[in-house]
């Protein structure tokens, strides 16, 4: 069974920066995606980054391209999400996903039911 580990949420003040990571048990990761969203108390689930693990295509949300970056280590099915120039706006539960399976041509990275496997996930609290 597949699980998703998430680890590296906190509280910082703005400015600051965190590191969270995603890793991932199980079989054949290799042609799956795994990103990672985000839901604030009384808001959608929102999307932050995904990453296509066959060919490390990235997608972005317009809110934090320029500050955070996602990366991945192969060797053990990790993705890490670097964020820097944190704001208060940032706040929030961040979830890690992964598709299901390998990704399909109907895989759309910022849509949350394009993944079917999801972390508990880690809280980031951004105070000003």
């Known amino acids: 069974q597949v699980q998703l580990k998430e680890a590296g949420g906190g509280l910082v003040q703005a400015g600051d920066s965190l590191r969270l990571s995603c890793a991932a048990s199980?079989?054949?990761?290799?042609?799956?995606?795994m990103g990672w969203f985000r839901q604030a108390p009384e808001k959608e689930r929102e999307f932050v980054a995904a990453?296509?693990?066959?060919?490390?295509?990235?997608d972005y949300s317009d809110s934090v391209k320029g500050r955070f970056i996602l990366s991945r280590d192969n060797a053990d099915n990790t993705v890490y999400l670097q964020m820097d120039g944190l704001k208060p706006e940032d706040t929030a539960t961040y979830y890690c996903?992964?598709?299901?399976?390998?990704?399909?041509?109907?895989?759309?990275?910022?849509?949350?039911?394009?993944?079917?496997?999801w972390g508990q996930g880690t809280q980031v609290t951004v105070s000003s």
């Open positions: 990453m296509k693990l066959s060919d490390g295509t990235i």
């Open positions: 199980g079989r054949s990761f290799s042609r799956r995606a």
């Open positions: 996903a992964a598709t299901s399976g390998a990704v399909t041509w109907y895989y759309r990275p910022k849509s949350p039911s394009s993944y079917g496997i």
